[in-house]
């Protein structure tokens, strides 16, 4: 890696002023044509000789980068690497001056992290400002209870009203979905009493044909036990989005959740047609889709490309945690599956744990960045993908509920007023009461 490449990410990660740190030096690109600052890093780091494996952005497919649009904050300016990398934004150099000129009070980047603008809305509930805050949710099978409790400690301290929309990738979708209906203990239920037995998941039948049943999970589970109230859904102030993988372009994109309860469940059901747990893409419209994960772990990818500035990622993985490589066994299990998918898939799913390696990076770097316009949220415990055991999935809820009150708390002023009667107590269809279990908010809070 050049030496100037090299500094400039030291300056920017020890929090030095960004009119220096984008103060790269100019060179020729091999066209001839000269760089000028709007290029990216990983442009310059070929311009320079470096190799593609130096370059010090992650490499992702160039789909999921945000491109510049009208939509976009002002201050943020993003740049699209020649062969595609993920990229890491940063103000321009007017940005600091004018990016947030007439945003309610956020007079410089210093002061627009997510608690700010939180806090901001929090007092003028109808106040219009430049940020557009979004809330991204990993999903993960049975691991999805866990960001399922972060989103029930969002709600019972009042503040998922404060955000533009909420994206949700796999079982993700299906949280927020619940979440905003009013439907947490359905919900929370669904992974309980419904989805963690043979009904649902079962490695025998998987064998020869499908390891998770998604008829039984949308027509039975989503449609009947635990029906979703769409209308409820649909009234509130929050949209939602599921975060799917486009099979004809090998990248993410998101559909609203909008439309006839027909329409919904289709669209969740795409979410979490996982890619070698089942033997077809799902189709919606004439395309082909499935669960996004293996491309866009959180659905930031979708998010970004939306315009939205700020970020709150709820994550259902501890730190250090990722997808492991099959082993040869499991391929050759998931090789009977995938006959029915593009051949694409096949690398997609064997570069999933390096993709997904290279998004945690890009977040942590957009988490230290000096305008903290992302928050990050993860558990210190989660739930196997495939857990079935009660117990285990309680405690990763509690896990999940507990981290996200701790990280959202300090985002209300010392006179905020959450909800006085937070949504502990889950009683599900086995008649089981989490009310001892669960944390209890403060009533002065």
Partial sequence: ???????????????????????????????????????????????????????????????????????RDPSFRTTIPDEGGLHVPFPSRSGVNEGLRGSSGLASLRDSGVGAVIRERFHHTNAHTASR??????????????????????????????????????????????????????????????????????????????????????????????????????????????????????????????????????????????????????EIRGGWYADAAIVDPVGLGCAERDGYTHAVVLLSRPRSSWPRQHGKLEEWLLSSRLTHWPTTIHSLLASREETYKRWMHHLHLLQVSEDRRLVIVRPAHTARTFETRRTSLERAYRDGYDAARAVATSWLPANGNPLTQPHTSLATSRGRSWAAAQPQLPQDA
């Fill in 133 to 282: 805050v979004v809330l991204c949710v990993e999903g993960g099978g049975m691991r999805g209870i866990v960001s399922g409790g972060m989103l029930v400690a969002l709600a019972d301290l009042g503040l998922l009203q404060y955000f533009d929309c909420i994206y949700g990738v796999s079982a993700g979708a299906v949280n927020a979905a619940y979440c905003l209906s009013g439907q947490v203990p359905e919900g929370i239920s669904i992974y309980l009493d419904h989805i963690n037995d043979r009904r649902f998941l079962s490695f025998r039948r998987g064998m020869r044909g499908d390891l998770i049943d998604l008829d039984y999970l949308t027509n039975t589970v989503l449609s009947e036990r635990c029906r979703l109230d769409s209308v409820a859904m649909l009234n509130s102030r929050v949209p939602v989005k599921a975060a799917v993988l486009d099979l004809a372009t090998g990248t993410s994109t998101a559909f609203a959740l909008t439309g006839t309860q027909s329409d919904i469940l289709q669209v969740l059901r795409a979410a979490v047609t996982v890619a070698g747990c089942v033997r077809a893409p799902h």
């Fill in 1 to 71: 890696m050049p030496e100037e490449i090299g500094s400039f990410w030291k300056r920017k990660l020890a929090g030095e002023p960004w009119s220096d740190a984008v103060a790269l030096p100019l060179a020729a690109s091999p066209s001839g044509r000269r760089l000028t600052a709007s290029d990216s890093v990983g442009t310059r780091a070929r311009c320079a000789g470096a190799s593609p494996t130096d370059d010090p952005c992650p490499q992702l497919p160039s789909s999921t980068m945000s491109r510049p649009g009208s939509g």
